[in-house]
């Protein structure tokens, strides 16, 4: 049997960032009116870690391996603040601000088994499961406007491939696949 681990860590501390913006819309009436964002301070912090570990058994029949990883992300902030203006002066050029806050959490399993049945026949199995959970809440204020949004969620997934392979000869094979 041989087994592996592995560590990753990735952090950002940056007031570089955020963009400029001058989106144009046209109106039913005919009218354009241009929205324009100046972006005047910009602090973006985010943190992630991931953890890998795998274990394989390999001998003359058979072949198994698992792989579980974990995965976190945390951005404590991620804040913006400007200017909006409109270009026919529907009002006045007014402050904005933006946060955001996002936590995640991503557990995840891989398996890979492959079986050799004796008779040119063999099977493969790739099980796997995914548990995804985010924790997000983020704030906009602009134009006596206050916008919060907080989101939770949590998403399951798996699935199971399975191959049975048969084997004729060298030029002819049966196979049979399952997702």
């Known amino acids: 049997m041989t087994s592996d681990f592995s560590l990753s860590d990735y952090n950002l501390d940056s007031h570089h960032g955020g963009a400029d913006g ?13 929205r324009e964002t100046n972006l005047t301070n910009f602090h973006t912090q985010s ?34 603040e400007g200017e909006v ?3 026919n002066a529907i009002v006045d050029t007014e402050k904005y601000s933006s946060t955001l806050n996002r936590r ?6 891989y398996g890979e088994y492959y079986f050799d049945l004796g008779r040119n026949i063999s099977l493969s199995l790739v099980p796997n499961f995914h548990y995804y959970h985010v924790n997000s809440d ?10 919060k949004t907080i989101a939770r969620e949590n ?3 798996g699935s199971l491939q399975a191959q049975l392979n048969k084997q004729f000869n060298d030029r002819h094979g049966l196979n049979f696949n399952l997702t």
């Open 22 to 34: 001058t989106p144009i819309f046209s109106l039913a009436d005919g009218q354009s009116v241009t």
């Open 47 to 80: 943190n992630r870690f991931s953890a890998a570990l795998r274990a394989k058994y390999e001998d003359a029949h058979k072949s198994i391996s698992n792989r579980l990883t974990l995965s976190y992300s945390n951005q404590p902030h991620s804040d913006a």
């Open 85 to 87: 203006s409109f270009s």
């Open 104 to 109: 995640t959490l991503y557990p995840r399993w």
């Open 138 to 147: 983020s704030r906009y204020s602009s134009f006596d406007t206050d916008i």
């Open 155 to 157: 998403v399951f997934e």
